[in-house]
């Protein structure tokens, strides 16, 4: 046999290796057509399955039937779809028309809580599916009254403490799912006892130090201080010193990041405090010394000052105005430099420098 033969007729005979993925390290086998063909049948399958259920439940809500059976299949279809919101509306027609006129107050509560334990189950797979969410909010406003003779909010008071239990595991997963956040503010407002908003403030403040780009606890925390302030729980001024002594430890850790500030902007507001507008573009100077490359603090530099320009043209030294002025103007052309994609951007902001500044009397 040539030697050219004899060798291809060993490599024949060799054993084939697995296919690997170097890319990620794992090895990958060659799926035989048999395998392929019998995955393709089950995938058929189930799809079969699915669409002789979905038009069994969807028959069953056209002729308005209410019965348990009924019932029970919507909690089959949904396990397999759960963004299928015309059968949640469909369950819950059942629950209101079929079950509950026949239920005790005890049934009601443990048929709700049954629904809550199902959608939570189903949310760990689908944490963002709004459906899940939208059903939890009509269980819990459902709960009926009663679980104790001395308070007749008892099993409310259980069921809302308990959501907000599942609601905080859901961010410990995930601790910038918006949804969950949005969930979490429905809750506070509507559990029968309120607790503290210093309370909700701590458990922002938790969130924010784990993590600084958590764009939805600084927004939550907007919400809780503007409360504090406005009902006068908290003084405002002494608070502020420490929201920024929050906000600018969390400059200096990311710079590069935005949540931070824009909370930060939240905290300057309309700028009319003059003497803060100007510690904060100090602050943010010397941090744009230590990162010359930093778009947002570029970004908030030529911000604030335009604010000074803005709100307290009359009060700046001679020549001041002019040379903020072009201090933006400075800022917005290195910006078009470092950050290309937006240079209409920072050229329609230099137009506007040009344009709101005000003509100052010497």
């Known amino acids: 046999m040539p030697v050219a033969q004899s060798r291809a007729h060993l490599l024949s005979q060799q054993p084939q290796c697995p296919k690997i993925d170097y890319m990620h390290g794992v090895k990958r086998s060659r799926e035989s057509r048999e395998a ?12 079969t399955a699915y669409l002789a259920l979905s038009d069994d439940v969807l028959a069953r809500k056209a002729n308005r039937e209410w019965s348990k059976d009924a019932f029970d299949l919507t909690s089959r279809l949904l396990s397999m779809n759960p963004e299928f919101y015309t059968v949640w509306n469909y369950r819950r027609n059942i629950l209101i028309n079929g079950i509950f006129p026949s239920s005790s107050p005890i049934e009601i509560n443990d048929i709700l809580s049954d629904d809550l334990s199902m959608t939570t189950t189903a949310l760990k797979a689908h944490p963002k599916v709004y459906w899940l969410w939208n059903h939890r909010r009509w269980c819990l406003e459902n ?15 259980r069921n809302w403490e308990r959501e907000l239990y599942v609601v905080e595991r859901m961010l410990d997963v995930d601790s910038r799912n918006f949804h969950a956040w949005n969930y979490r503010r429905y809750v506070l407002s509507s559990m029968p006892v309120k607790r503290p908003e210093a309370t909700e403030l701590a458990y922002t403040t938790k969130k924010i ?25 908290v003084d405002r001024t002494s ?25 930060h902007r939240w905290l300057i507001g309309s700028g009319e405090d003059k003497q803060r507008i100007e510690h904060e573009i100090q602050v943010i100077q010397e941090l744009l010394d230590e990162q ?12 604030y000052k335009q604010l000074l320009l803005r709100n307290h043209s009359s009060s700046l030294a001679s020549g001041q ?15 078009e430099e470092i950050d290309p994609a ?9 137009a506007d ?10």
Request: some cysteine; hydrophobic content about 35%; proline content about 4%.
């Open 36 to 47: 392929r063909e019998a995955k393709k049948q089950r995938e058929k399958s189930r799809l």
């Open 143 to 157: 709960v009926p009254d009663g679980g104790d003779d001395a308070d007749p909010l008892a099993w409310k008071k």
């Open 209 to 233: 130090e784990s993590n600084f780009s958590n764009f939805s606890a600084w927004h939550q925390r907007t919400k809780v201080l503007t409360s504090l302030w406005d009902s006068g729980k």
């Open 239 to 263: 608070s502020l010193r420490q929201e920024f002594d929050l906000v600018q430890n969390a400059m200096y850790t990311d710079p590069n990041d935005q949540s931070v500030w824009l909370y």
């Open 292 to 303: 010359p490359d930093s778009k947002w603090c570029m970004e908030s530099l030529v911000h």
């Open 321 to 335: 105005a002019d040379s903020l002025t072009q201090q933006c103007l400075y800022l917005l052309t290195q910006l």
């Open 342 to 350: 937006r240079r209409q951007r920072y050229q329609d902001l230099a």
């Open 353 to 362: 420098v040009n344009i709101s500044t005000p003509a100052q009397t010497v």
